[in-house]
């Protein structure tokens, strides 16, 4: 069965701590990786793009990483501001475009 | 301003009613999409439609309707059969496939 599972599950952290998001996944023919960072009571705002393993991409803060069985993203040195959730989903071979979205990882970032 | 449009921002549903979320785009998108999202959970999949006048059923449609008669709207509308409606709405919309989906800014429906 196609999975996406992301941990930790929520993340505190004092500013100026790096750290990693994780999100593993079980799915056939990987069509894309995408993250997104989700404010509350807000839709989720794209971020990063992954196809293939050993692609990475970076914004800011904010470093993306693929391997064939997970992503990792990476914060250096996070802001307050970085305090959202983020969320992981795949596209796979036969889904026709649709996603399978993880839980997300709540992260807050203390001043 | 291009994106994607929700409206409207919190909603409130009596029993045995039926009411209708609105999604507009400007983004000349082909693909919409309507998810629902629960605290603690994942974002699942109600209805897609990848073209004008044809959709599909996700994960979780039962209890719900969808039309797709203008390329620009998709509302979706949330019957009296679905039992728990309350939660988050979510619409996105892509322009092509293995592409990143973009999101409006969702609707908060509640029970009365």
């Known amino acids: 069965e196609d999975q996406v599972t992301q941990s930790p599950e929520a993340l505190r952290l004092q500013e100026g701590e790096s750290s990693s998001l994780n999100c593993s996944y079980t799915?056939?023919?990987?069509?894309?990786l995408f993250w997104y960072r989700q404010d509350p009571g807000k839709g989720p705002e794209f971020l990063f793009t992954?196809?293939?393993a050993g692609e990475e991409k970076e914004k800011e803060r904010l470093k993306a990483t693929l391997t064939k069985k997970e992503s990792f993203l990476h914060i250096t040195a996070p802001k307050p501001e970085d305090s959202a959730t983020y969320l992981c989903?795949?596209?796979?071979?036969?889904?026709?475009?649709?996603?399978?979205f993880g839980k997300g990882t709540k992260l807050s970032v203390k001043p | 301003d291009g994106g994607i449009t929700q409206s409207p921002k919190y909603l409130f549903r009596k029993e045995g009613q039926n009411v209708t979320l609105s999604c507009e785009q400007n983004?000349?998108?082909?693909?919409m999409y309507w998810y629902r999202q629960d605290p603690g959970q994942g974002l699942r999949l109600i209805y897609y439609?990848?073209?004008?006048?044809?959709?599909q059923k996700g994960d979780i449609a039962e209890g719900y309707s969808v039309s797709r008669e203008k390329k620009e709207s998709f509302p979706l509308t949330v019957t009296s059969a679905q039992k728990n409606p309350t939660a988050f709405y979510l619409c996105?919309?892509?322009?092509?496939?293995?592409?990143?989906?973009?999101f409006g800014d969702g609707t908060r429906l509640s029970i009365l």
């Open positions: 989903a795949l596209g796979y071979g036969g889904s026709q475009g649709n996603l399978i």
């Open positions: 799915v056939s023919g990987l069509r894309g």
């Open positions: 992954l196809y293939s």
């Open positions: 983004l000349n998108h082909d693909a």
């Open positions: 439609s990848q073209i004008v006048n044809d959709f």
């Open positions: 996105a919309t892509t322009d092509r496939v293995n592409q990143p989906q973009h």
